[in-house]
C-alpha cells in the first residue's frame, strides 16, 4: 500500500506541472469520463448497499463481508477516484495541502480494507465449505458484525499512526504543485508486509483448501446422489457452498489481479519511473467499478434486487421482506 511512494532523492523539478498541450475538446472529455467511472463505482456500490442493508433474506455472514466490501468501494469512488483521475489528467496537484493530507488517509485506508475484506471472504468461504453446519452454528450476523468493525477501527487507525509516526518525511505537498508522499525505508517494508503480504498469503492459502475441499465435495455429493432421498438436504448444502466459493473466487481473482501490477511495481521502484507506478494504482481503484458488475453477472439476487429497486418497489412497506434469492 504504498500508494504514492517515492525515493528519498527525488526532487521537485521532477514533478513540476507541465503545461496542458491537449485541446479543449479532448480535456473536457477527459473529465466526462472521469465523471462516469465515478458514477458509475459509486452508484454500483451503493447499489449493493442498499440491497444487502434493506432485505432480510440478505442478512447472511458472507452478505455482510460483501457489504463492508462495498462501502470500501464507495469510499473509493467518492473520496479517491475523483483527486486521483484529475491529478492524472492535470499533471499536478490542485487541491491544497489539507484535501492532500485526508486524501492520503483516506486512500491508504481503504486501500488496507478492501484487501483485508477479501482476505475475510477467502476465510469465510473456507469455513462455509469445510464444515457448512458448524458454520451456520458458530458464525452469525452479528459476530462477522463484530470482526468487520473491529477491522475498519483498526485499519483507519494502522493508517493515522502510519501518517503520523513517519515524521517529516511524511512529504505532503514536498512541492507546490504535488502530493506526494514518502516512507522511511522501515515504514515502507513494514507496510509492504502488513498490507500486501499477509492478507495475500492468506487469500491464496484458503481459496486453494477451498478449490481443494470444492473437488472432495463433487466427488462426495455424486455418491449422495446415488443414495437415498433423506442425504439431498447435505447434498443441497454443498451444491450451494460450492457455488457461493466459485462466485467469489472470480470476484477475488479479479482483485488479485488489479493487485499485483501496483504492489510488484512498489517492489522495483528503484527501476521504474515513479508516475508508472503511480498509474499503475488506479488499477486498485478501477476494481471498485468492476466488483458491482461481478455481482450483477453472477448473482441473481443482485439482479432481483436492482429490478426491485430500479422499478420503485423498494417504496413498498414490505419490501424488506420480498424474496430475492
Given at each position: 500500500?504504498?500508494?504514492?511512494?517515492?525515493?528519498?532523492?527525488d526532487h521537485c523539478v521532477q514533478f513540476s506541472c507541465p503545461e496542458r498541450t491537449i485541446s479543449t475538446a479532448v480535456y473536457?472529455?477527459?473529465?466526462?469520463?472521469?465523471?462516469?467511472?465515478?458514477?458509475?463505482?459509486?452508484?454500483?456500490?451503493?447499489?449493493?448497499?442498499?440491497?444487502?442493508?434493506?432485505?432480510?433474506?440478505?442478512?447472511?455472514?458472507?452478505?455482510?463481508?460483501?457489504?463492508?466490501?462495498?462501502?470500501?468501494?464507495?469510499?473509493?469512488?467518492?473520496?479517491?477516484?475523483?483527486?486521483?483521475?484529475?491529478?492524472?489528467?492535470?499533471?499536478?496537484?490542485?487541491?491544497?495541502?489539507?484535501?492532500?493530507?485526508?486524501?492520503?488517509?483516506?486512500?491508504?485506508?481503504?486501500?488496507?480494507?478492501?484487501?483485508?475484506?477479501?482476505?475475510?471472504?477467502?476465510?469465510?468461504?473456507?469455513?462455509?465449505?469445510?464444515?457448512?453446519?458448524?458454520?451456520?452454528?458458530?458464525?452469525?450476523?452479528?459476530?462477522?458484525?463484530?470482526?468487520?468493525?473491529?477491522?475498519?477501527?483498526?485499519?483507519?487507525?494502522?493508517?493515522?499512526?502510519?501518517?503520523?509516526?513517519?515524521?517529516?518525511?511524511?512529504?505532503?505537498?514536498?512541492?507546490?504543485?504535488?502530493?506526494?508522499?514518502?516512507?522511511?525505508?522501515?515504514?515502507?517494508?513494514?507496510?509492504?508486509?502488513?498490507?500486501?503480504?499477509?492478507?495475500?498469503?492468506?487469500?491464496?492459502?484458503?481459496?486453494?483448501?477451498?478449490?481443494?475441499?470444492?473437488?472432495?465435495?463433487?466427488?462426495?455429493?455424486?455418491?449422495?446422489?446415488?443414495?437415498?432421498?433423506?442425504?439431498?438436504?447435505?447434498?443441497?448444502?454443498?451444491?450451494?457452498?460450492?457455488?457461493?466459493?466459485?462466485?467469489?473466487?472470480?470476484?477475488?481473482?479479479?482483485?488479485?489481479?488489479?493487485?499485483?501490477?501496483?504492489?510488484?511495481?512498489?517492489?522495483?521502484?528503484?527501476?521504474?519511473?515513479?508516475?508508472?507506478?503511480?498509474?499503475?494504482?488506479?488499477?486498485?481503484?478501477?476494481?471498485?467499478?468492476?466488483?458491482?458488475?461481478?455481482?450483477?453477472?453472477?448473482?441473481?439476487?443482485?439482479?432481483?434486487?436492482?429490478?426491485?429497486?430500479?422499478?420503485?418497489?423498494?417504496?413498498?412497506?414490505?419490501?424488506?421482506?420480498?424474496?430475492?434469492?
Amino acid at each position: 500500500m504504498n500508494f504514492m511512494e517515492v525515493n528519498q532523492t527525488d526532487h521537485c523539478v521532477q514533478f513540476s506541472c507541465p503545461e496542458r498541450t491537449i485541446s479543449t475538446a479532448v480535456y473536457v472529455m477527459l473529465h466526462l469520463c472521469i465523471v462516469v467511472v465515478v458514477l458509475l463505482t459509486v452508484c454500483g456500490n451503493l447499489l449493493i448497499i442498499i440491497s444487502v442493508c434493506q432485505f432480510k433474506q440478505l442478512h447472511t455472514p458472507t452478505n455482510m463481508l460483501i457489504l463492508s466490501l462495498a462501502m470500501s468501494d464507495c469510499l473509493v469512488g467518492l473520496f479517491v477516484m475523483p483527486f486521483h483521475l484529475s491529478r492524472m489528467i492535470e499533471s499536478c496537484w490542485i487541491f491544497g495541502m489539507t484535501v492532500c493530507l485526508f486524501f492520503a488517509l483516506i486512500t491508504f485506508s481503504v486501500t488496507g480494507i478492501s484487501i483485508y475484506n477479501v482476505a475475510l471472504i477467502a476465510i469465510d468461504r473456507y469455513f462455509a465449505i469445510s464444515n457448512p453446519f458448524l458454520y451456520a452454528e458458530k458464525v452469525s450476523v452479528s459476530n462477522i458484525c463484530i470482526v468487520i468493525l473491529s477491522m475498519w477501527i483498526f485499519l483507519v487507525s494502522y493508517t493515522s499512526a502510519l501518517l503520523y509516526f513517519n515524521g517529516n518525511s511524511t512529504g505532503l505537498i514536498m512541492c507546490p504543485e504535488q502530493c506526494l508522499f514518502v516512507l522511511h525505508e522501515i515504514w515502507s517494508l513494514v507496510d509492504l508486509v502488513f498490507i500486501f503480504v499477509v492478507p495475500c498469503s492468506a487469500i491464496i492459502l484458503f481459496y486453494a483448501l477451498v478449490f481443494v475441499i470444492a473437488k472432495k465435495h463433487a466427488t462426495a455429493i455424486r455418491e449422495i446422489n446415488v443414495q437415498s432421498k433423506g442425504s439431498k438436504d447435505m447434498a443441497d448444502s454443498m451444491k450451494s457452498e460450492r457455488k457461493a466459493a466459485k462466485v467469489l473466487s472470480i470476484l477475488v481473482s479479479v482483485f488479485v489481479a488489479c493487485l499485483f501490477p501496483y504492489f510488484v511495481s512498489t517492489l522495483i521502484s528503484n527501476a521504474i519511473e515513479t508516475q508508472l507506478i503511480y498509474n499503475l494504482s488506479i488499477l486498485l481503484q478501477l476494481n471498485s467499478t468492476i466488483n458491482p458488475v461481478i455481482y450483477a453477472l453472477f448473482y441473481p439476487w443482485f439482479r432481483k434486487c436492482l429490478k426491485i429497486i430500479l422499478t420503485l418497489q423498494i417504496f413498498r412497506r414490505d419490501s424488506a421482506l420480498l424474496n430475492v434469492q
